[in-house]
């Protein structure tokens, strides 16, 4: 019963427009900022999957960020690792989905589907592109937190204005 709730025709369609937006912010629109080895600033390129995640749970927030991750590395991701290639697309993006744990409240859901997001981004920055010194571990949380931040910032602006408009829930 749950699955066909969570993979109903519905829910898969929504989850793919959702990842065609995401593509849309972040791939074609140019990024306000990029940082110098990957990673970007996008006019509220996470939001839709966010989004997504509010609005239909935690399991089609983690499918559909898995599959934009997919993507997005096809896009050209810098794969080093096939663990690294796990923990900055599919991983990273999925963890997205733990936003969905917050239906009620959209902001906390945002920060702690990007925190998320952080922790896959940090652990390979950490294993595969710096020393596992402290040095190392404080670059990976400086690099990483940089573009994040700026994304959080403009997600939460945009998902304040949508629960505002009670949008959020819309068309359930």
Same mark, same amino acid.
């Given at each position: 019963? +749950? &699955?066909?709730?969570? *993979?109903?025709?519905?829910?898969?369609?929504?989850? @793919?427009? $959702?990842?065609?937006?995401?593509?849309?912010?972040?791939?074609?629109?140019?990024?306000?900022?990029?940082?110098?080895?990957?990673? @970007?600033?996008?006019?509220?390129?996470?939001?839709? #999957?966010?989004?997504?995640?509010?609005?239909?749970?935690?399991?089609?927030?983690? *499918?559909?960020?898995?599959?934009?991750?997919?993507?997005?590395?096809?896009?050209?991701?810098?794969?080093?690792?096939?663990?690294?290639?796990? #923990? &900055?697309?599919?991983?990273?993006?999925?963890?997205?989905?733990?936003?969905?744990?917050?239906?009620?409240?959209?902001?906390?859901?945002?920060?702690?589907?990007?925190?998320?997001? *952080?922790?896959? @981004?940090? +652990? $390979?920055?950490? %294993?595969?592109?710096?020393?596992?010194?402290? &040095?190392?571990?404080?670059? @990976?949380? %400086?690099?990483?937190?940089?573009? #994040? #931040?700026?994304?959080?910032?403009?997600?939460? %602006?945009?998902? *304040?204005? +949508?629960?505002?408009?009670? /949008?959020?829930? /819309?068309?359930?």
């Amino acid at each position: 019963m +749950l &699955d066909s709730y969570i *993979f109903s025709t519905k829910v898969l369609a929504e989850a @793919s427009m $959702a990842v065609a937006l995401t593509v849309i912010l972040r791939e074609i629109l140019p990024p306000l900022y990029m940082m110098p080895q990957g990673g @970007s600033i996008t006019v509220a390129g996470l939001v839709p #999957l966010l989004w997504l995640a509010l609005r239909r749970g935690v399991v089609a927030g983690i *499918f559909a960020g898995m599959v934009y991750g997919l993507i997005n590395m096809s896009f050209g991701g810098y794969v080093v690792h096939p663990i690294q290639a796990l #923990l &900055d697309y599919p991983l990273a993006f999925a963890a997205l989905g733990l936003a969905g744990f917050w239906k009620n409240n959209p902001l906390v859901g945002a920060i702690s589907g990007i925190a998320g997001r *952080f922790v896959c @981004s940090f +652990l $390979a920055g950490i %294993v595969f592109f710096t020393t596992f010194s402290i &040095d190392g571990v404080i670059m @990976s949380a %400086v690099y990483n937190g940089t573009y #994040l #931040l700026g994304e959080l910032a403009i997600s939460l %602006v945009i998902l *304040f204005i +949508l629960a505002k408009e009670g /949008i959020t829930y /819309i068309y359930l």
